[in-house]
């Protein structure tokens, strides 16, 4: 357990389907970040909070939507995806965004779109 | 972002030294080498990092370049453990972490 959990940790959605994945950290981290890996790809990262503000969003298509209702969850709210959105998605938490600050990254949540 | 250079791949026997090389000659003097690695089916995870002056903790340590060019994480015995994708990745002060393909570390017994 890293101290960032991630749930569920498998999904199977249709791409008519309306899903949410869910992170929450009790580190006492101030940001927070969405990545996503596809199979034999690097790790992209699609959204940041900082002090529950997204202060980016990495031309994310709208059917992927952040929530950060407090410090401590993420919520990534999924609906009408396409089969190419299968992939690990990963949430992790850092102390603000100083260079000297490592990530905490879950253990992600395995999409499959059918 | 800073871009850091990295093998593609690399192979060790078990409890034998790893020295896992990264080039950066980009490098500003605000940028932070950080390490992670990803073992098959779970989220990275934090190894070290260091800005100018050579890093030892408990994972491994990190060698810089008196330039910090390039730097090299060292796992001193490897272990089958420690098969995984290891990335090296610049962080400057209020960066994000940005991933490349990172090199992907095998140990054979």
């Known amino acids: 357990e890293t101290g960032v959990t991630q749930t569920p940790r498998h999904l199977v959605m249709g791409m008519t389907n309306k899903k949410s994945l869910k992170c929450e950290q009790h580190?006492?981290?101030?940001?927070m970040y969405w990545y996503k890996q596809s199979a034999k790809k690097p790790l992209e990262l699609m959204f940041v909070?900082?002090?529950?503000?997204?202060?980016e969003n990495n031309s994310v298509p709208s059917r992927f939507s952040p929530e950060c209702p407090n410090s401590s969850h993420l919520f990534l709210h999924l609906h009408t995806l396409q089969p190419e959105d299968s992939a690990l998605y990963l949430c992790?938490?850092?102390?603000?965004?100083?260079?000297?600050?490592?990530?905490?990254f879950g253990s992600g949540t395995r999409l499959t779109v059918v | 972002d800073a871009k850091t250079t990295q093998p593609n791949s690399m192979e060790s026997n078990e409890e034998e030294p790893v020295h896992l090389p990264c080039n950066h000659s980009?490098?500003?003097?605000?940028?932070?080498i950080h390490w992670y690695r990803q073992l098959p089916s779970q989220g990275p995870e934090y190894v070290i990092h260091?800005?100018?002056s050579n890093v030892n903790n408990r994972m491994a340590s990190l060698a810089i370049a008196e330039d910090r060019k390039s730097s090299t994480l060292i796992l001193h015995r490897a272990t089958l453990r420690d098969a995984a994708v290891y990335y090296c990745?610049?962080?400057?002060?209020?960066?994000?972490?940005?991933f490349g393909q990172g090199t992907e570390l095998s140990v054979k017994p």
């Open positions: 992790a938490s850092s102390q603000g965004g100083q260079g000297h600050y490592g990530y905490t």
């Open positions: 580190l006492g981290h101030n940001a």
């Open positions: 909070y900082s002090l529950e503000e997204r202060v």
């Open positions: 980009t490098i500003s003097g605000t940028d932070y």
């Open positions: 260091g800005l100018t």
């Open positions: 990745i610049l962080r400057d002060q209020g960066g994000k972490l940005i």
